[in-house]
């Protein structure tokens, strides 16, 4: 069982930056490939971007490609979201979530694990 909870969401103007963060307890999350999705209301999450449980592959959607990057701390069992250059289509909630596994994944069907989600807000 892994339970993960994300910070460091808030209101930032466009061009601005934000680093999101997400905990999970449980003494295996080396085990796992961690993933960021985001939603807005009544569409479907999307596929943000994917870290490989050892930390050596990374993978994006074409959206933030070049403006967000995705690292891990394996001894703080954390994983983090920089998002620069943000843009007012990149509000939304963002979601962490978790995965046992060798590779990386981009379908929210492929995660077992999800946090509660942080609001990030980006004002034109």
């Known amino acids: 069982q892994v339970q993960l909870v994300e910070s460091g969401g808030g209101l930032v103007q466009a061009g601005g930056s934000l680093r999101l963060s997400c905990a999970a307890s449980g003494r295996t999350f080396s085990s796992y490939a961690m993933g960021w999705f985001r939603q807005t209301p009544g569409k479907p999450r999307d596929f943000v971007a994917v870290i490989t449980r050892g930390g050596g592959s990374t993978y994006y959607a074409d959206s933030v490609k070049g403006r967000f990057t995705i690292s891990r701390d394996n001894a703080k069992n954390t994983v983090y979201l920089q998002m620069n250059t943000l843009k007012p289509e990149d509000t939304a909630v963002y979601y962490c979530?978790?995965?046992?596994?060798?590779?990386?994944?981009?379908?929210?069907?492929?995660?077992?694990?999800w946090g509660q989600g942080t609001q990030v807000t980006v004002s034109s």
């Open positions: 979530a978790a995965r046992s596994g060798p590779s990386y994944y981009t379908e929210v069907r492929q995660y077992n694990y």
